[in-house]
């Protein structure tokens, strides 16, 4: 059964025990980790404050750096902010970075009984869809913004439930039996045909949605268009439950 | 601004403070209460709790009834179950109605700051549209099933968002403001063309949702066919927040 949450508040922890489970927080912090991996970072640790975070890079010592936001913007003396753009080889490659973002890191929280966990975004797309159970047994949690349901997450999870369905369709897969939330996202994605996705269309949907509207409220419009570029990275970020840290998922099959 | 809520848990009681709310529970709250007001029902009474429903029709005496459901089955001893076709003139005329759901009864119970309280349903969706305060300051509260989100409920909030929205095209209302949901669930409405829609495919919707799987479970399949009758009956319940009543909306404007 593919199951897809619109927000981590929709789910609890032993729902999702034992699952293979996407993440999904698109503006930015899951477009943001992938950058950082595809740019070389050694590993992502996810953290719930900003105390905890400056404290790990300081246990971690100097191959560290402290990355992420408050309200979208750069933590006060934080090396990077939440912008994909800041993670680049120069400044991250061997690095591990300690970051924290408020909805991303809650929705990684109700995964942690997961076996598998996975971050999408657009930017990662087919790499990620490529690692997903063929029998149609795994689940979608969107990050959301302070406990509200947005648009660009749920349009990934669509965009997510809609493929694996053309590739059943194919034979290629199980035809999964998807929950409503599945359904309505995967609708609300064909509904728009975006299967024959241009970059300007999916820049424009996702302005029109509150992650984009914050983006654009603060002045870092430009990371919409980044984020929407289908496909640019080939890297999947996993989440380690056991050691709580995000590397790259080898390249075999999950 | 127009605020969908998939679910009562989405939104607090004092989000909805002093505003025009649409309650929704399709399958079958909101749809058999309209029944029965249209069937001549004096007042609906929404109760939460089985002991407390009797308790109250005890109270008002032999023109009181009892209504409802639990797992969507007819609770032990209880006149009336949930299901429209109950709700006859024969049965209902001139009575007070005590009536118990679970899901229903808790999306009314987060209104109750708020100044108006209506109950949608596909039945009554043109006299219900027509209520709606054209500033297009109004919100919508889905009743979902037991914490989860319910395709039946998103799809009636889509058709009213999307229907105020050509409303405001044509210049017979101010373009809405939405949040995400309310935009999500008119994408999704749009996206089925739903606009020129027939019985059989709204009803053949509502079968492939979770509320339309458990009425087929239980054996009461008949009822999505009913409850997917687009203006097949011209009254508007209104929950009165003093007195905890739902009757019949008077035919004047809102």
């Given amino acids: 059964m593919i199951q897809v949450y619109f927000l981590p508040s929709l789910v ?20 943001t980790i992938a950058a950082a991996l595809d740019s070389g970072a050694r590993e992502v640790l996810p953290l719930e404050h900003v105390a905890e975070t400056r404290q790990q ?23 990077l902010g939440n912008s994909p753009t800041e993670y680049t080889r120069e400044r991250v490659a061997g690095k591990s970075i300690c ?3 408020t909805n991303g890191t809650r929705a990684m929280q109700v995964c942690r009984q997961a076996q598998t966990i996975l971050l999408g975004a657009f930017v990662n797309f ?6 997903l159970p063929d029998d149609g047994n795994w689940d ?31 034979g290629k897969a199980s035809p999964p039996v998807l929950n409503d939330q599945a359904t309505l996202a ?18 424009q949907l996702l302005k ?3 992650g984009g509207r914050n983006l654009i409220e603060i002045g870092q419009e430009s990371d919409i268009a980044w984020a929407a570029q289908l496909n640019h990275l080939s890297v999947t970020p996993q989440l380690d439950c056991q050691t709580w840290k995000i590397i790259a998922a080898r390249s075999s099959s999950p």
């Fill in 57 to 79: 890079a300081e246990k971690l010592g100097p191959h560290a750096l402290t990355g992420g936001e408050r309200r979208g913007m750069k933590i006060e003396g934080f090396d």
């Fill in 140 to 170: 979608v949690v969107c990050a959301g913004t302070d406990g509200q349901i947005t648009g660009e997450d749920v349009l990934l999870a669509g965009a997510l439930v809609a493929d694996f369905q053309a590739k059943a369709e194919q």
């Fill in 186 to 203: 995967a609708d609300l994605w064909l509904g728009r045909k975006l299967q024959s996705l241009k970059h300007a269309d999916l820049t």
């Fill in 208 to 210: 029109n949605t509150s």
């Fill in 99 to 101: 970051f924290t973002t």
């Fill in 126 to 131: 087919d790499s990620l869809s490529r690692r």
């Fill in 12 to 31: 609890s922890a032993d729902q999702l025990a034992g699952r293979t489970v996407v993440v999904i927080d698109v503006l930015r912090a899951t477009t």
